[in-house]
């Protein structure tokens, strides 16, 4: 089956423990991106990989890292994390083959609390 | 750079009513544009998508939206709601040829009561 894994699905934990949330697609896709959603501000991008090696900034990238090493896997890092990143994320991907046309495929999303 | 802004944040309407869920953009190139779903503790699913051609778009469960060029425009529409379409619902756009993928709006809470 077509999808994109993100785990864990729940993440607790405290502020300034090193956190790393998965992303892995079995689509072959090129593109994959980070998203956080929060009340009231829809999907903002953190950062996005448009293939392997190739990363860039997305609108809200501070507090974060990621890293593409292989096609199909893109994690999250939070070095140190801060309250106000307790939110819900999502990683999503897609091909390029044809250009921006192409719908995203979302994972089920992770919502982290940091206390 | 383009922009999606998304009129309502919530929409509560009854069962079987007729529902319009707003979505303007900002662009100065062409664009793609698209509506995603999301249920509640789900991500987000593609509901449609306008690329070219005919302006009227349909996705499966009756929902459709029409893009509006000159009104920069790409407002969702159903003649008559179900409780099962309780979601929220996130219009997003894509320029033509730009190197990232995707501008979210701010999302709209659909809330259909029996």
């Known amino acids: 089956e077509a999808q994109v894994t993100q785990n864990p699905r729940y993440l607790i934990t405290v502020t300034g423990k090193k956190l790393t949330v998965t992303c892995s697609q079995n689509m072959n896709h090129e593109y994959m991106s980070w998203y956080r959603q929060d009340p009231g501000l829809g999907l903002r991008q953190i950062y996005y990989?448009?293939?392997?090696?190739?990363?860039d900034k997305g609108d809200v990238p501070e507090g974060y890292k990621v890293s593409r090493k292989e096609k199909r896997n893109f994690p999250l890092i939070l070095e140190s994390p801060s309250p106000n990143q307790t939110s819900l994320y999502f990683c999503?991907?897609?091909?390029?083959?044809?250009?921006?046309?192409?719908?995203?495929?979302f994972g089920n999303g992770t919502r982290l609390t940091v206390t | 750079a383009q922009s999606v802004t998304q009129l309502d944040s919530q929409v509560p309407v009854f069962e079987e009513a007729p529902v319009e869920l707003r979505c303007n953009y900002s662009?100065?190139?062409?664009?793609?544009l698209f509506w995603y779903v999301q249920y509640p503790n789900q991500g987000l699913q593609l509901l449609l998508k306008?690329?070219?051609?005919?302006?009227l778009v349909e996705s499966i469960n009756g929902f459709e939206a029409e893009f509006n060029k000159s009104q920069t425009s790409f407002h969702l529409r159903k003649p008559s709601v179900h409780i099962s379409d309780t979601a929220e619902y996130f219009c997003a756009v894509s320029e033509d040829n730009a190197g990232n993928m995707l501008t979210f709006g701010g999302g709209t809470r659909l809330m259909v009561k029996p």
């Open positions: 999503a991907s897609t091909t390029r083959g044809t250009g921006n046309n192409s719908p995203l495929h």
């Open positions: 662009s100065s190139v062409s664009v793609y």
């Open positions: 306008y690329l070219s051609g005919s302006t």
């Open positions: 990989s448009m293939n392997v090696e190739v990363t």
